[in-house]
């Protein structure tokens, strides 16, 4: 069982854990992350780790409320147990010997981004840091990503912080102002549909682009094969392989594809955990 020391309520639908866990925090790196399962019964879901002390041997988790399970993860507080904490995993984000690098978080992807940009600028590179968010309400972290990085842009979806646009115009705004020569290396981490945009505009200035991808997940060991992904020509594993990747390679439409496969399912889950007729939801 593992104990959550610390909640922390960005908005109504992005809640911070700390866990107790320092068998993972003594040994995680930038890019891991950990697959919970809150009780027996329950599903088994992977969050990027956002942050680690290994000092006080625990891990930071930010998530968005979205299904069912996320729901019933956002309702336990500081105190409560969760069942199965398991990491790290995955292959850590590779520190690549580059002078300059962007380092893009859209929306809960800020939370993934932040250890990466720190890693990389603990190994003194220059780091371009591009935070946004749908609007202010859903904006975090903007403290602690300018202390990642040497240079923070920050910008909103509807313009209710500092400025109104998308990341990727930020981005683009970047790359012409600095030049695409000194620009050797964006991370980008978001949702699909943000890393398949940034992907596309940097692939057209010839930019290596990583991404973190969140694939559908069952055991995290490269087992069952669910999170499965094209790279180039070659199948590859989420789990085992990832969650990093060159995002110029990906299959995109397939990884969309895929990712929806199960969207009924969870539908008519969250629908029976939030119903209150008594038919037995909620569970």
């Not at 290994?54 to 069912?68: H, L, Y």
């Amino acid at each position: 069982m593992f104990k959550i020391l610390e909640k922390q309520v960005f908005s109504p639908i992005i809640k911070l854990f700390v866990i107790d866990a320092p068998k993972v925090a003594k040994s995680c790196q930038a890019g891991q992350f950990i697959i919970l399962r809150i009780h027996e019964e329950g599903e088994r879901i992977p969050l990027t780790i956002a942050d680690f002390d290994r000092e006080k041997g625990t891990i930071t988790i930010v998530f968005q409320e979205v299904g069912k399970t996320t729901k019933q993860l956002g309702a336990m507080e500081a105190g409560d147990y969760i069942k199965d904490f398991v990491g790290p995993l995955g292959e850590p984000t590779h520190i690549e010997d580059v002078d300059t690098v962007v380092c893009v978080g859209g929306g809960v992807g800020v939370a993934p981004v932040h250890p990466i940009a720190r890693a990389f600028k603990e190994a003194g590179k220059h780091v371009i840091g591009i935070m946004g968010a749908r609007n202010q309400e859903l904006m975090f972290w903007e403290d602690k990503m300018r202390a990642a990085c040497s240079e923070l842009l920050v910008t909103t979806d509807d313009g209710s912080y500092v400025r109104k646009g998308f990341v990727t115009d930020v981005l683009k705004e970047v790359i012409e102002s600095k030049g695409k020569d000194n620009i050797p290396l964006v991370v980008a981490i978001g949702p699909q549909p943000m890393m398949r945009a940034v992907c596309n505009m940097t692939k057209d200035y010839g930019i290596k682009t990583i991404v973190s991808l969140n694939a559908l997940m069952v055991d995290g060991t490269g087992m069952c094969g669910c999170c499965r992904v094209s790279v180039g020509d070659e199948t590859k594993f989420v789990c085992v392989d990832g969650p990093d990747f060159d995002g110029h390679q990906v299959n995109w439409a397939e990884l969309s594809l895929r990712s929806a496969y199960f969207k009924a399912e969870e539908q008519k889950a969250l629908e029976r955990h939030e119903c209150k007729c008594g038919c037995g939801g909620g569970k």
